[in-house]
Every structure is written in structure tokens, then in C-alpha cells.
């Protein structure tokens, strides 16, 4: 094994988001009964209905954002839970480019993402810290198989 690679071992992750789209009004409904179903469950930040594109997306949405400590008990669930919506799941590691076109993983389709519109690195500073908005009332009981 070589002693030194180029993986990036050292990359601290501050934050992820899941970008849930939606194309009509049947999809939007169910990304409602998503959020709610999110909202009921995790201590994440739901952020505001986008019905247009913004910024490098190109399907309406919204994001959620969450902490790294929940990504073991969130990602599962909601690999398990999309009710067939695309969603695009990304890091936050101050390399906003790389993030979303290198780093993410996609539920569903593949979507375009304009790529020119996000800067290579930004500072830890400028990032917008995850604001828990939500008060979840159900567990979550997920477990791996022994
Ligand atoms: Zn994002």
C-alpha cells in the first residue's frame, strides 16, 4: 500500500445539503408530504420552496440542510422514503464546484447543474451555518442488519 495517495482523507465536511426537486404539481405534493415527514424526524434546517430554478439548480426545490452527526440516521431514511423525487445530496466543504459535481451523490435522475455559476472555494465564514428549524416529535428506528 502506498504510504501517501491523493484521496482527500483531511477534507472536513461542515455541512450537507439535500436538494429536493420537484416538475409539477403532482411532485410537489409529494415533496410536501416529504418535508413534513423530514420535518417530523430530524433536527434539520428546511429551507424555503423554490418554485422556479435558482442559483446552479435547474429544477424547482428546496433544501434541507443538516449536520454531518446525522448523516448515518437521515441519508438511510431518506435513500428509503423519497417517494420518487430526484434529490441531490452534497457536502459542504468550501469547494462549492467540486461539492456539486464531484462529491454529491443523486436519488433518481441525474440533473443538469450550472456548473459556471458556483465558485471554485469559498470561506468557512461566507457558508451559512445550519439553522435547525424543525422540532421532530417521531424516532427513527433504523438499524443495520447484524
Ligand atoms: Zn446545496
Known amino acids: 500500500m502506498p504510504a501517501q495517495d491523493a484521496a482527500l482523507d483531511t477534507l472536513t ?14 411532485e410537489r405534493g409529494r415533496a410536501e408530504l416529504l418535508r413534513e415527514r423530514i420535518g417530523a424526524r430530524f ?3 428546511l429551507g424555503r420552496w423554490h418554485d422556479r430554478e435558482v442559483g446552479p ?6 433544501q ?3 449536520a454531518p452527526e446525522l448523516f448515518a440516521s437521515f441519508v438511510p431514511w431518506l435513500m428509503q422514503n423519497r417517494l420518487g423525487l ?5 457536502p459542504n466543504t468550501g469547494q462549492p464546484r467540486a461539492d456539486h459535481m464531484t462529491h454529491a451523490f443523486w436519488f433518481g435522475a441525474v440533473l ?3 456548473e459556471d455559476s458556483l465558485p471554485e472555494t469559498m470561506r468557512f465564514e461566507d457558508e451559512d451555518p ?3 428549524n424543525t422540532t421532530p416529535t417521531l424516532a427513527v428506528a433504523f438499524s443495520h442488519h447484524p
Open 13 to 26: 465536511i461542515w455541512s450537507y445539503h439535500a436538494h429536493v426537486y420537484f416538475r409539477d404539481a403532482v
Open 43 to 45: 433536527s434539520v434546517q
Open 57 to 62: 439548480h435547474t429544477q424547482s426545490m428546496y
Open 64 to 66: 434541507v440542510a443538516f
Open 86 to 90: 430526484t434529490i441531490l445530496l452534497h
Open 112 to 114: 443538469a447543474i450550472k
Open 130 to 132: 445550519v439553522v435547525v
